[in-house]
């Protein structure tokens, strides 16, 4: 018999704001290594979904309702235990690089890394393999605003998987980039999974990486289509 193992078992997810059901009774799995893309037309829920499955946002309080993310229980856990466990496991790419301005690529790199105690001695070690991974280690020691669109997301990219994450969130991680930008950014991701095994959920507009996905799944007013 084959075992599935599973990233994230979610059930009867459901988000209201206000008299706005956002999302109605969603239901999602993603197993380890499978890289999933979610597309819908705006306002279908798709950024609510993300943040609630990457523990930024709670779901509505319902019995019903499960969110397992790596075999744990996320629902039960307080505030500061969510913190801690979306710092240590989840990795999130947003349309907007958000990288600080006054920085250099590798203490951006390294900044999710010292939140979590490590030292700068090992922090920076894994930055320039990450750098070197995705070849930027000539950008070490730029700051942002010297980087290109592509390699500033590239950079956020490697922030995002510093403390190695099982599980990378993107919300239109090329949403912002020319083609060609945006093709060697899709072609890292899928690289990252090769090389890494990282789950992946990315949310896009972009047709070319949604059908590159290992699924499909498409948001329609709250629900799945
Ligand atoms: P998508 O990512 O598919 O474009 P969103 O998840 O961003 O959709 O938004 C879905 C709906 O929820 C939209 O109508 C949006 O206005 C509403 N919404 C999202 N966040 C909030 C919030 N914090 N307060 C009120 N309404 C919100």
Redesign the pocket.
């Known amino acids: 018999m084959v075992t599935l193992h599973y990233m994230i078992q979610a059930k009867q997810i459901s988000k209201t ?2 008299k ?1 059901a ?1 999302l109605k009774d969603v239901a999602f799995d993603l197993a380890s290594s499978e890289i999933v893309s979610i597309v ?10 993300l943040h609630i499955l990457g523990t930024l946002e709670r779901p509505d309080d319902n019995p019903d309702t499960e969110l397992i993310i790596g075999g744990k229980n996320v629902n039960t856990l307080s505030d500061s235990a969510l913190s801690t466990f979306r710092n240590e496991s989840l990795g999130f790419v947003f349309q907007f690089h958000q990288l600080l301005p006054e920085f250099t690529a590798i203490e951006n790199i390294c900044l999710p890394a010292y939140i979590k105690g490590t030292s700068k001695k090992d922090a920076e070690k894994r930055a320039i393999e990450l750098l070197d991974f995705f070849e930027l280690t000539s950008r070490a020691q730029h700051k942002p605003s010297e980087l290109s669109g592509g390699e500033q997301q590239r950079i956020a990219v490697a922030r995002a998987l510093i403390n190695k994450p099982s599980l990378l969130l993107a919300d239109e991680p090329s949403g912002n980039l020319d083609s060609a930008s945006a093709e060697k950014l899709h072609d890292l991701f899928f690289r990252l999974r090769d090389t890494f095994s990282i789950s992946m959920i990315l ?1 896009t507009h972009n047709k070319s990486l949604a059908a590159r996905a290992d699924r499909m799944l498409t ?1 329609v007013d709250g629900q799945w289509n």
């Open positions: 704001y206000g706005t956002v819908g037309p705006s306002g279908a829920g798709k950024t609510t979904l949310v948001l």
